[in-house]
């Protein structure tokens, strides 16, 4: 509490009193939902029952608590209900949820001072359970106690990974400031990457590159397949350099991913040998109608397995395809090993080098036909003056000639030629 209360809140008053308008209303809706079961449960008994039952065991606060919910949810009689949620709290004064529910009566009545001191009674008997800091947190926050409710929120991302997005995303409404945050977060690299998602869909690009700087710096382990949304995000919003940094950084973390990386080949996972992992810098695959492709273990050129394509239709995407990060105005040379088995065409496959955002295609290797072992295929070509980002497909062209038979495709490889320069 006392790191959370040196925060140095970079909004002044009125913002943050405007967030917490923002919010009360999303506060009381939550408690409503979270007592929403216990007042089916309450509604579900004969009013008059339960006040047999407290007649008979006028000692047991579970029966108080039940017709104060009674009243309070189903009936909407918040002054009925206060004598019976204050006899279950005074039956039974270690039970924190008795206090939410009295707290919740005080709201509706307007006691706001009464409202705090049992919302605060909740907190000390359960102060690290998810669902008191969720509501004391709220509490908090629309009375501009703001360290008292991040505090409260931290607790929440903590204990609770289905409540942290809305924990992380009201705290970082008040702070605004991601160095600041990292006091709410704890040193957990997936709650890191809720934070990091939260801010993409915020549009927030430099804050994301801030906590994914944070979230290395951690050096934690975790699975790099829950980053690579942020790889593809970055490429989604043209930033192919920022892109490429956190494909390098994850596998530089991970010991898996490292084995998709070739020295000196642009390409990922060049010879197929690692699960295609359909999203950052690695192949991509979307089925296509006349196309399949399979990962073949009998025929390779080196290593121990390739693709290979079942063509038995007409098209010209084979839906195999890679992001690549290049530089502008530089000359590159992309090549791979290829062989075919009674493929018949008009015009036989081939690999493309199609500039990612405009659609420009910068070269295609020579096609191939019939029956052939593994042979060799090449394409030069120059990037233009504002290229940041090509994809190398599998394609035909044109697209509406029959074609039947396989092809296989191993150590696809993209270079930059003589005197270029290697960005990835």
């Known amino acids: ?66 017709l104060c919910r009674y009243l309070l949810f189903d009936k909407q009689e918040a002054a009925a209900a206060r004598p019976y949620c204050q006899r279950a709290t005074e039956l039974n004064p270690n039970q924190s949820a008795y206090w939410l529910h009295l707290a919740l009566v005080y709201f509706r009545l307007g006691q706001v001072q009464q409202q705090e001191e049992a919302i605060r009674r909740a907190v000390a008997i359960d102060p690290t359970t998810p669902d008191v800091a969720w509501e ?14 991040l505090h409260q929120f931290s607790v929440v991302i903590r204990g609770d990974p289905n409540m942290a997005g809305p924990a992380i995303d009201l705290s970082w409404r008040v702070l605004r400031n991601e160095s600041a945050m990292e006091a709410v977060l704890p040193p957990d690299p997936e709650v890191y990457l809720q934070f990091i998602s939260l801010l993409i869909k915020k549009n927030e690009w430099q804050a ?30 043209r930033d192919a350099a920022g892109a490429d940094d956190v494909w390098k950084q994850l596998a530089a973390i991970s010991l898996i991913l490292n084995r998709y990386v070739s020295l000196g080949n642009l390409i990922v996972n060049s010879d197929f040998a690692e699960e295609i992992l359909n999203s950052g810098l690695d192949w991509r695959y979307v089925p296509q109608a006349g196309t399949t492709l399979t990962v073949d273990t009998t025929q390779f050129h080196t290593g121990n397995q390739s693709v290979v394509f079942a063509y038995s239709e007409t098209g010209g995407d084979a839906g195999l395809y890679q992001f690549v990060p290049v530089m502008p105005n530089t000359q590159y040379t992309l090549s791979a090993w290829v062989k075919s088995e ?33 042979h ?27 074609i039947l038979g396989q092809f296989w495709i191993d150590n696809v490889s993209l270079k930059p030629s003589a005197g270029g ?4």
């Not at 919010?23 to 339960?50: C, F, H, K, Q, T």
């Not at 994301?208 to 919003?237: E, T």
């Not at 493929?343 to 020579?366: E, F, H, I, K, Q």
């Open 376 to 402: 060799a295929v090449e394409a030069n070509f120059q990037t233009g003056p504002d290229t940041k980002l090509v994809v190398v497909r599998v394609m035909r062209d044109p697209a509406n000639t029959r």
């Open 1 to 66: 509490m006392q790191n959370l209360g040196a925060l140095k809140v970079s909004r002044n008053v009125s913002l943050v009193l405007l967030s917490g308008c923002m919010v009360v209303a999303g506060m009381y809706a939550w408690l409503a939902i979270r007592n929403y079961e216990a007042s089916r449960s309450a509604s579900s008994l004969d009013p008059n029952s339960i006040r047999r039952a407290i007649a008979l065991a006028p000692g047991d606060a579970a029966h108080q608590d039940l």
């Open 421 to 424: 320069e290697s960005s990835k």
């Open 208 to 237: 994301a590159n801030q906590a994914w700087s944070a979230l290395v710096k951690l050096d934690r382990p975790f699975d790099f397949h829950h980053a690579l949304f942020y790889v593809d995000a970055l490429l989604q919003n």
């Open 342 to 374: 009674e493929l018949r065409s008009a015009n036989g496959p081939s690999l493309a080098v199609v500039d990612a955002y405009n659609g420009n295609r910068y070269a295609m290797t020579p096609v191939t036909l019939g029956t052939t072992p593994w």
């Open 136 to 149: 004391a947190g709220n509490f908090f926050l629309v009375q501009g106690k703001i360290p008292e409710a």
